[in-house]
């Protein structure tokens, strides 16, 4: 589909994606109020989930926080029992975050939470067209990710 045959898609896509968006912030935030934590604790622990064991600066730049917002928020999720402060067995100057076993079992409990709520939105559209949203989905999610690397 070349420029001019895509272009009435363009506002209604745009518009689509916005009012998707906005419900899936809303329902997880919804979802993250449920087990008592922030978005951008939940965010965290994605982060070290998906990395491994890092410092607060590192976490930090790939929240793109300042230093003492991600000093601040670690300072938290430790206080609740989420991720723990190591000292680094090859440089005891530096600490590193943990997620604790309370972490990994909130960030699966969260991520299971969200699964169910869409399963249950894909179980009223047929097998084709959810293939279909995939495919479009990854399309979509390759070509626009380069810019934004830095969480993924």
């Not at 329902?27 to 965290?44: C, H, K, S, V, W």
């Not at 064991?53 to 230093?67: E, Q």
């Amino acid at each position: 589909m070349d420029a001019v045959t895509h272009e009435p898609y363009v506002a209604e896509i745009d518009k689509l994606i916005r009012r998707v968006s906005f419900v899936i912030k809303c329902r997880g935030r919804d979802i993250l109020n449920e087990f008592g934590i922030t978005t951008p604790q939940f965010n965290a622990l994605l982060v070290l989930r998906d990395n491994g064991d890092m410092t607060i600066g590192d976490l930090g730049n790939k929240l793109y926080l300042a230093s003492s917002t991600a000093t601040d928020l670690i300072d938290r999720m430790e206080r609740d029992g989420l991720v723990v402060r190591k000292r680094d067995s090859s440089d005891r100057r530096v600490v590193r975050l943990q997620m604790s076993e309370k972490g990994h079992e909130m960030i699966h409990a969260v991520i299971e939470n969200r699964k169910r709520y869409l399963s249950g939105l894909l179980a009223q559209i047929s097998p084709e067209e959810i293939e279909a949203l995939q495919k479009a989905l990854n399309s979509l999610y390759v070509m626009m990710k380069p810019p934004c690397q830095k969480n993924d």
